[in-house]
């Protein structure tokens, strides 16, 4: 990979590959909940590998920048626990029935936003920095802390799902394409979030700084 001599370029390919992650998981899985939506498609098995989808990219993308940039790094591992957190992130929101298609029958009054989004904020916490902890172990961030990367990869999930969630509550698209769209943009802002969050937590001693 090329090594960027400017710590201004290698941060902003941080960010980029974090919006970019993001933005394939969250299209994905905003066509994921269309599409089942509809019936096509079985509920649990879509969301589930939508989810993984979505993992899967964003810690790929993430470790092909970390690779090489960070001493001892493995991007196996990184890969595998982001992919890891986000199937149980996912796994845990179909258990409580989070997202789930309402029955034709059931009432649909849905709390008001201003409740939602701290709920979401909180969930991001926890979940992001449970990723973050096993991005930093398994993956060998070293000269990292793992409880500063904890914090960040925590603080920047909770900023990432107060806007994944405003989104989903305000904006429910009918056809697969306008899904893409929407979750596309709204992933890519999330992972600027992302990025921004834990963009100072990486190692001092990497070409970022």
Same mark, same amino acid.
């Given at each position: 990979?090329?090594?960027?001599?400017?710590?201004?370029?290698?941060?902003?390919?941080?960010?980029?590959?974090?919006?970019?992650?993001?933005?394939?998981?969250?299209?994905?899985?905003?066509?994921?909940?269309?599409?089942?939506?509809?019936?096509?498609?079985?509920?649990?098995?879509?969301?589930?590998?939508?989810?993984?989808?979505?993992?899967?990219?964003?810690?790929?993308?993430?470790?092909?920048?970390?690779?090489?940039?960070?001493?001892?790094?493995?991007?196996?591992?990184?890969?595998?626990? =982001? #992919? &890891?957190? +986000?199937? %149980?992130?996912? /796994?845990?929101?179909? *258990?409580?029935?989070?997202?789930?298609?309402?029955? $034709?029958?059931?009432?649909?009054?849905?709390?008001?936003?201003?409740?939602?989004?701290?709920?979401?904020?909180?969930?991001?916490?926890?979940?992001?920095?449970?990723?973050?902890?096993?991005?930093?172990?398994?993956?060998?961030?070293?000269?990292?802390?793992?409880?500063?990367?904890?914090?960040?990869?925590?603080?920047?999930?909770?900023?990432?799902?107060?806007?994944?969630?405003?989104?989903?509550?305000?904006?429910?698209?009918? =056809? #697969? &394409?306008? +899904?893409? %769209?929407?979750? /596309?943009?709204?992933? *890519?802002?999330?992972?600027?979030?992302?990025?921004? $969050?834990?963009?100072?937590?990486?190692?001092?001693?990497?070409?970022?700084?």
């Amino acid at each position: 990979m090329r090594q960027f001599t400017h710590p201004v370029s290698a941060a902003m390919i941080w960010l980029l590959v974090c919006m970019l992650g993001e933005a394939i998981g969250i299209a994905g899985m905003a066509t994921a909940y269309v599409a089942t939506d509809s019936g096509s498609l079985p509920y649990t098995a879509t969301i589930l590998v939508a989810g993984g989808i979505e993992g899967l990219a964003l810690g790929a993308f993430q470790a092909l920048v970390l690779r090489g940039r960070v001493r001892g790094f493995s991007s196996t591992g990184w890969i595998v626990a =982001t #992919l &890891g957190v +986000a199937l %149980l992130a996912y /796994g845990a929101s179909l *258990a409580f029935g989070a997202g789930a298609p309402a029955a $034709a029958d059931a009432a649909t009054v849905a709390p008001p936003l201003f409740l939602i989004l701290p709920a979401a904020g909180a969930v991001g916490l926890v979940l992001g920095a449970l990723m973050g902890a096993a991005q930093a172990m398994f993956g060998r961030l070293h000269h990292v802390p793992v409880m500063r990367w904890s914090l960040a990869s925590g603080l920047g999930w909770a900023l990432a799902m107060v806007v994944i969630t405003a989104a989903a509550s305000s904006f429910v698209p009918q =056809t #697969l &394409g306008a +899904a893409a %769209l929407i979750g /596309g943009l709204t992933g *890519a802002a999330a992972g600027l979030l992302l990025g921004l $969050a834990t963009l100072f937590a990486l190692p001092r001693q990497s070409s970022f700084f």
